[in-house]
């Protein structure tokens, strides 16, 4: 029987077997809770949270009390945005995003709407880019958030952070950052890019699920927020909840690693990746979607024109592929990033998202462009 191809890391990667053993002794031997303060167990669980607390701040160069654990990013991202408004709304009631965003920041800022907030969605270009003049153009002195992923998860596309940031700054506008495809891949400095809020998931970087972290600048400017869960006040009153010791652990371990490999994976994925879009670009009607120069080392987002992406999910089930999003695939409709990128409805349909990863090998690359050209090539 033919392998499973997985080129699928966008959508979730699997656990690293290091994450893995290192998490493991904090189901059973090292079990205690973070917040017992009266006995061993639970300090062993608070050094242990200490320790990953300050491995996520390493990876993204900030102060280990500006990291707030989470569920993971979408938690992360309602935590920011509406943290931000329900502090910050008297000053200002406008909200700039961009309408290539993640669904967890486009449905949050719509929920935002409901709440008398006004949200401006910026335009991209057909590289799936802002254009830096529509953002000035667009903030005002009662614009109190500026949202913008730092890597769309549909193409790779890297959006000019640091400017974006100045922008927002010279406003006195809080700039926020989806950073959940780019960090563990691509090295992220907050302090040097102006980010004041920055949202992470630990699944995305060979950590486990369910468990991610909030950037919140504590200086220059100072971010404060509105928690949106109450109950205990754990991490410093912003997300209360028993803390997920061995996710929390996994994510830190995670990070540790990502930091250790980031440069030797990404030029060997990369390498790869070069491989795939030559392999596939060659083929007649066959283009890749947004810029080649300005994205992620290890997405490529392809459109067969005249081919149903779907049709072709079918005749090669053994290659794990997407459309887009997996938080939004089990919508019939095509990728709002595509469209807002200029592309046609047909053409949407027609594109397919590769995500490579440190597993993936040149064995497997060669293998799918065989796979592709046995159907797009007319016999």
């Not at 300050?54 to 500006?66: F, G, H, K, R, T």
């Not at 950073?179 to 691509?186: E, I």
């Not at 830190?252 to 879009?277: P, V």
């Not at 089930?317 to 047909?346: D, N």
Request: aromatic share 8%; with cysteine; glycine share 8%.
């Amino acid at each position: 029987m033919k392998k499973t191809i997985y080129l699928d890391y966008n959508a979730t990667t699997p656990v690293d077997k290091r994450v893995l053993d290192f998490m493991l002794p904090y189901f059973s031997e090292k079990f205690g809770n973070a917040s017992s303060r009266t006995h061993q167990f639970g300090w062993v669980a608070e050094d242990a949270v200490k320790t990953a607390r300050l491995q996520v701040a390493e990876l993204v160069n900030c102060l280990d009390q500006e990291i707030v654990f989470t569920s993971g990013a979408t938690e992360a991202i309602n935590l920011a945005l509406k943290g931000v408004w329900d502090n910050y709304q008297t000053k200002g009631k406008h909200i700039i995003t961009v309408k290539t965003e993640h669904k967890a920041v486009l449905d949050t800022c719509l929920a935002l709407e409901k709440k008398g907030a006004k949200v401006s969605y910026l335009s991209v270009n057909r590289d799936g880019l802002i254009d830096i003049e529509e953002l000035k153009n667009t903030i005002t002195n009662d614009t109190i958030l500026v949202a913008v992923m730092y890597a769309n998860n549909e193409t790779g596309v890297i959006q000019p952070i640091k400017k974006i940031a100045e922008i927002a700054h010279q406003h006195n506008s809080f700039m926020f950052c989806d950073a959940t495809q780019a960090v563990g891949k691509v090295n992220i400095d907050v302090e040097e890019e102006g980010i004041d809020l920055m949202c992470l998931s630990a699944h995305k970087m060979y950590g486990p699920k369910g468990i991610g972290a909030l950037y919140v600048r504590r200086k220059n400017p100072r971010v404060t927020l509105f928690p949106q869960i109450d109950g205990g006040g754990h991490e410093r009153g912003l997300r209360s909840g028993t803390l997920n010791v061995p996710g929390i652990v996994g994510l830190g371990k995670a990070c540790e690693i990502s930091k250790q490999d980031m440069w030797d994976d990404s030029a060997r994925i990369s390498r790869l990746k070069t491989i795939l879009e030559h392999g596939l670009c060659d083929l007649p009607h066959v283009f890749t979607n947004g810029s080649t120069r300005n994205r992620l080392f290890n997405t490529t987002n392809i459109c067969f024109q005249g081919f149903r992406s779907e049709s072709i999910f079918n005749k090669i089930p053994t290659i794990a592929v997407a459309m887009g999003s997996a938080c939004t695939s089990a919508i019939a409709e095509p990728s709002h990033v595509l469209k807002a990128m200029g592309l046609t409805e047909e053409e949407a349909y027609s594109s397919i998202r590769f995500s490579l990863g440190k597993y993936t090998t040149e064995e497997d690359i060669l293998s799918v462009i065989e796979d592709f050209k046995n159907i797009i090539l007319p016999h």
